[in-house]
């Protein structure tokens, strides 16, 4: 079993950057894909990247390409968001995940493939 625990949110100008973090628990933490979510009011929660379990690849949403970028280091068995040139419409809770399932060859861009989600962290953009 994985257990993730995120970090890093917070209040920020737009035009600002922000770095998320999920430290995750579990021996097999390095074969599992991650990913993370968001959420805003009102809306259905949405993939916004992910990476693969080897690392290898990484896939984003459409409105934050070239401005967001996943990494990970299993030496620390952490998991990163770096994000940046932030618009208020990323205002959103932001929720670290991984898959259902190890060495998935599918990218995690629908809740269905998630198998453990952290508790969120609230992510705010002012105008």
């Known amino acids: 079993q994985v257990q993730l625990v995120e970090s890093g949110g917070g209040l920020v100008q737009a035009g600002g950057s922000l770095r998320l973090s999920c430290a995750a628990s579990?021996?097999?933490?390095?074969?599992?894909?991650m990913g993370w979510f968001r959420q805003a009011p009102g809306l259905e929660r949405e993939s916004v990247a992910s990476?693969?379990?080897?690392?290898?690849?990484?896939n984003y949403a459409d409105d934050v390409q070239g401005r967001f970028t996943i990494s990970r280091d299993n030496a620390r068995n952490t998991v990163y968001l770096q994000m940046n040139s932030l618009k208020p419409e990323d205002t959103a809770v932001y929720y670290c995940?991984?898959?259902?399932?190890?060495?998935?060859?599918?990218?995690?861009?629908?809740?269905?493939?998630?198998?453990?989600w952290g508790q969120g962290t609230q992510v705010t953009v002012s105008s």
């Open positions: 995940a991984a898959a259902a399932a190890p060495f998935s060859s599918q990218p995690m861009r629908d809740i269905s493939r998630v198998g453990y």
């Open positions: 990476i693969s379990w080897s690392g290898g690849r990484t």
């Open positions: 579990g021996r097999t933490f390095r074969n599992y894909g």
